[in-house]
């Protein structure tokens, strides 16, 4: 089956720098991408990856290893407004993304 | 970005009652929309994919008589959840694409928040 896994919460102070990683097992692979939703609103877009590497957009980096599985989320200079569920998801090879569960990120001054 | 919209952003209904959510992308043609539902605290759970002119593609597990999508331009999809009951109260978000952007990146409209009584 398909599977996204990332942290359920996290924890973090204002200023400081977070990582919030996402590994997943899909029938193919056509791209990640991280969303932020703040509560009881909808998912705005992050970043994309589809190669191997790090891809930075100012305060907040994203990072894919195809081979492995694996991404993560680099957000640098925590913010309070940064407090969030992060989604990771996976586009398969029918182009239909698999949504992970999300990660509420709670900042603290 | 792609603007999407979706109307209304919150309805209350009674139960047996029928209620229509419409979504439209307001710059772009939208070739495919996606109608996801969310309950409080969990991901977005994908309901089914429509493209305009063609029936919709269900998830499993949708009720396709429940929830009936119509795609009919490349502006505009509308969900119609018949005969609601309490148990559809959720938080129903839209999202669309087109062929045209690069990497097919999903636009989301705001949500739209269904409460039935």
């Known amino acids: 089956g398909q599977n996204i896994d990332q942290p359920t919460e996290m924890t973090a102070t204002e200023g400081a720098i977070v990582q919030i990683n996402c590994t997943y097992q899909?029938?193919?692979?056509?791209?990640l991408f991280w969303y932020q939703q703040h509560a009881g609103e909808a998912p705005t877009f992050l970043s994309y990856n589809v190669l191997d590497g790090l891809e930075e957009k100012g305060r907040f980096s994203s990072f894919l290893s195809r081979s492995k599985g694996y991404s993560y989320l680099l957000l640098k200079e925590l913010q309070m407004k940064d407090s969030a569920s992060y989604l990771c998801a996976v586009r398969d090879s029918n182009y239909q993304l698999i949504w992970g569960a999300g990660t509420k990120l709670i900042i603290k001054p | 970005g792609a603007v999407v919209s979706q109307h209304p952003s919150r309805v209350i209904c009674k139960s047996g009652t029928s209620v229509k959510i419409e979504c439209r992308s307001l710059d772009f043609q939208a070739t495919t929309m996606f109608w996801y539902r969310q309950f409080p605290k969990q991901s977005l759970m994908l309901m089914a994919t429509?493209?305009?002119?063609?029936?919709?593609?269900?998830e499993q597990g949708v009720e396709k008589d429940k929830f009936l999508i119509n795609h009919a331009s490349l502006t505009l999809s509308t969900l119609t959840v018949t005969s609601a009951h309490p148990e559809d109260s959720s938080f129903y978000i839209c999202s669309a694409s087109s062929i045209a952007e690069d990497y097919n990146e999903q636009f989301f409209g705001p949500g739209t928040r269904l409460t039935v009584l």
């Open positions: 429509s493209n305009e002119g063609s029936k919709a593609t269900y």
């Open positions: 899909t029938s193919g692979f056509n791209g």
